[in-house]
């Protein structure tokens, strides 16, 4: 009997294509250039990119394929079974060259002072496909160039129409803020409107564009990219941990460009992480150990600053507090905790801004990782701006949004999203834990009996939406993890979920609060926590990497706590407010000049390379620690080198408790909302001379419903005082019917408003 021939072996999703000759397989529905990029097969293109909706206006990737007239074009012609496909014949080749040709027809070919020379798509496609020699010699078209604001460069001559800006900010920022005007010849790309690019991911129209259209602000002219070294970091200034490259010239930290990660930031990258190394560099940034004499400052070497340091940490003992930023990473957070424990003091924390200590609460990883966010059918907000906390996370919960996801909020603040919300809560501070319990209430959860429901209309949808959903989450955000009942929000959101079988994601308050609380940076035995070492003033504290003026929760207390004390500050910065407060400040490195792991929201450690050199003395914070150690003679200090030192990490998550805050008085006066703005969160970012430019930092101002205003005598763009009996300032007014009645949205990381508390009511009167 003769063999019988055998039929490829086909799933019910797949289809069995050629390309060049070489057989394969592709998912039904896929395109030609997505095939033919896993095979490995070179197709040149422009217009499409692996992470935006098919445009197919470029042309620069046609194709032959079998029974077709003419030429397709790759990235918009889907896979069909049997279907074979060349991308070498003299058709197709000679369509991709007629295609390059065209598009030089208007370019400038200015590429020797283009600063996308050297990793431009466009010029690195023409030497393939391109003629050495034009054969155009008409007037080339020129187009007057827009000012999208202080991060984004334009040069539109260069645009080559691709629309992958377009469909940037249209589908993955959601914003819609730029588009085509015209036709055909006479087409342009702009916002149309003159204003500045508003979204909080613009920087990724510059990796998107295939040309220098769109370039840098920040680094333009700064040097070439094969003048560049890249070196491997993260992102510091949100939980989520963005993974970036570093690329500097000889040490010193030029521009930011994302690393591909799919499980973190896909290969976009937040503006706040791209443009903030301009903070590296500052007036203020401290180079040499100083020393205080008097009311007098002067230089001093690292054997006399650190002499004078153990003397006065010894001095203090188990009376010392230790303070460190919640960005600190995990080999400095371990060794401030070994150094607390050699002196015997369990007065030891991170959690700077937090109010509400009655559970215990530390950072903890996401129940549902960010990566998952997107596949979230139901999705409750509470106390939560997300996009400017995680503007990635922001982005992800934008394309749930896209995929149908019912996304509900319970807010002090109708907060600006790319998505539309399914329902929404917008209430006073002091009635968020009532507003979720009524959510919970609904859903059938059993709450502790202190926390008091307070109905609403949309209390039962939201329930119901998180039990049917098969993939649902409850955000808690700053608002509610630095609310004055935070504990409350945290035991209504618990119960809530065991009732709905939602997820519970926390957003920890710090890039790397999860490592530090895993390493031990927490209250041990009887050791006050952060807002009881400075409520009831310790002797001596040691400050480590924190501006005790805007890191804080009440600036004022600080200040006045600090003044009191002997203060060792490890620091970045040498800023005027610190040497009021410090005795020795010793310079440190920033994460993106020392090599560290920082625990991002999925509790995953990640690791950073050193990318700037150190400016003048300073020295990487675990290099400091470990020197003071042995300046202490304490135990646990005695590796030689970063390697011995992780080998003797230990990290365990600490256990959280079950109390609950007593309730909150009733008093008269306006309560305050006090958001973190999006680029004033840390000191490098409150150096960044483009991001402190940008539109979204707004600046200090009290925003007030129009009702509340109208009551008071005020009015849009006037000036009012506002103040709390501790604290006061003539701010701006802005009126919005975004905040409630009763509530006035006051931001705080600016120095005007950080004499202010962030719980206490305010009056507010016209200035």
């Not at 940034?285 to 006065?312: C, H």
């Amino acid at each position: 009997m003769s063999a019988q021939p055998t039929a490829p072996n086909t799933a019910p999703d797949v289809v069995n294509i050629e390309i060049d000759g070489k057989a394969m397989q592709a998912p039904k529905g896929s395109m030609i250039i997505q095939a033919a990029d896993k095979a490995g097969v070179p197709i040149p293109r422009f217009c499409y990119h692996e992470k935006l909706p098919i445009a197919a206006n470029c042309r620069m990737c046609l194709v032959d394929v079998e029974k077709m007239p003419k030429p397709a074009p790759a990235c918009a012609t889907p896979v069909m079974e049997g279907m074979k496909i060349t991308t070498q014949t003299k058709r197709a080749l000679d369509a991709q060259r007629n295609v390059m040709e065209f598009l030089l027809i208007n370019h400038p070919l200015d590429c020797p002072i283009c600063d996308q020379g050297g990793e431009c798509e466009l010029q690195d496609v023409s030497m393939g496909y391109g003629r050495s020699v034009s054969r155009y010699v008409d007037r080339k078209r020129v187009v007057a160039d827009e000012d999208l604001g202080p991060l984004v460069a334009t040069d539109m001559t260069r645009c080559i129409q691709c629309t992958r800006c377009i469909r940037f900010t249209a589908d993955v920022a959601g914003t819609f803020e730029l588009g085509g005007m015209s036709r055909g010849e006479n087409l342009q790309i702009g916002t149309y409107d003159g204003k500045p690019l508003m979204t909080e991911l613009s920087g990724n129209v510059i990796d998107v564009c295939p040309v220098g259209a769109l370039t840098n602000k920040v680094f333009r002219f700064r040097a070439r990219a094969w003048e560049l070294v890249a070196r491997e970091s993260v992102g510091y200034h949100d939980a989520l941990g963005s993974n970036l490259y570093l690329h500097a010239r000889r040490g010193d930290v030029l521009r930011t460009v994302p690393r591909d990660n799919e499980a973190v930031n896909e290969c976009w990258l937040s503006d706040r992480d791209r443009y903030s190394h301009q903070g590296l560099v500052a007036d203020d940034r401290a180079g040499k150990p100083l020393v205080r004499e008097g009311n007098a400052w002067r230089e001093a070497s690292w054997d006399e600053a650190l002499a004078l340091a153990a003397k006065l940490l010894k001095e203090a003992g188990e009376s010392l507090g230790v303070l460190a930023h919640p960005a600190t990473s995990n080999e400095e957070g371990a060794l401030l905790a070994s150094l607390a424990a050699g002196l015997g003091t369990g007065h030891v924390d991170h959690r700077l801004k937090t109010l509400d200590f009655a559970d215990g609460a530390f950072a903890e990883p996401f129940e549902l990782p960010a990566a998952e966010l997107e596949q979230a059918e139901a999705v409750l907000l509470v106390g939560c701006n997300l996009r400017h906390e995680l503007p990635l996370l922001h982005q992800r919960l934008h394309k749930a949004g896209k995929r149908g996801a019912k996304v509900f909020a319970i807010n002090p603040v109708d907060f600006e999203t790319t998505f539309n919300l399914a329902s929404k809560r917008i209430v006073a501070p002091s009635h968020l834990p009532g507003a979720l319990a009524a959510v919970a209430q609904a859903a059938g959860a059993t709450l502790p009996g202190a926390i008091a429901a307070e109905a609403h209309d949309g209390a039962q949808a939201m329930a119901d939406a998180l039990a049917k959903a098969g993939k649902a989450v409850i955000v808690l955000g700053e608002l509610a993890e630095n609310h004055a009942q935070a504990s409350w929000l945290r035991a209504a959101a618990r119960a809530l979920a065991t009732a709905t079988g939602a997820k519970l994601n926390r957003v920890p308050q710090g890039a790397n609060a999860i490592g530090l609380a895993r390493h031990g940076l927490v209250p041990k035995g009887q050791g006050r926590h952060a807002a009881a070492m400075l409520a009831q003033p310790l002797p001596a504290y040691l400050l480590y990497g924190i501006e005790p003026q805007y890191d804080f929760a009440h600036g004022a207390q600080a200040l006045k706590a600090l003044a009191a004390a002997k203060v060792v500050a490890f620091s970045a910065y040498a800023s005027e407010e610190l040497k009021k407060l410090a005795h020795v400040i010793l310079p440190i490195g920033l994460l993106p000049e020392i090599e560290a792991t920082l625990a991002n929201v999925d509790g995953t450690d990640q690791a950073t390379q050193a990318g700037g050199k150190l400016p003048g003395e300073a020295r990487a914070g675990w290099r400091v620690l470990r020197a003071l150690g042995g300046q202490l003679g304490l135990a646990g200090f005695e590796f030689t080198d970063l390697h011995g030192l992780r080998a003797g990490l230990k990290p365990q998550a600490p256990a959280a408790g079950s109390g609950l805050a007593e309730a909150g008085k009733a008093e008269s006066g306006l309560e305050r909302i006090a958001s973190t703005p999006i680029y004033r969160g840390d000191a490098v970012l409150r150096r960044s001379a483009a991001l402190n430019a940008h539109p979204l930092t707004v600046g200090a101002r009290l925003v007030l419903h129009p009702e509340e205003a109208l009551s008071r005598g005020l009015s849009d763009g006037g000036m009012a005082k506002v103040g709390d009996g501790v604290g006061s300032a003539a701010l701006p007014v802005s009126v919005s019917p975004r905040v409630p009645k009763g509530a006035v949205w006051i931001e705080n990381g600016y120095e005007a408003t950080a004499p202010m508390s962030p719980v206490a009511r305010l009056a507010v009167v016209g200035a």
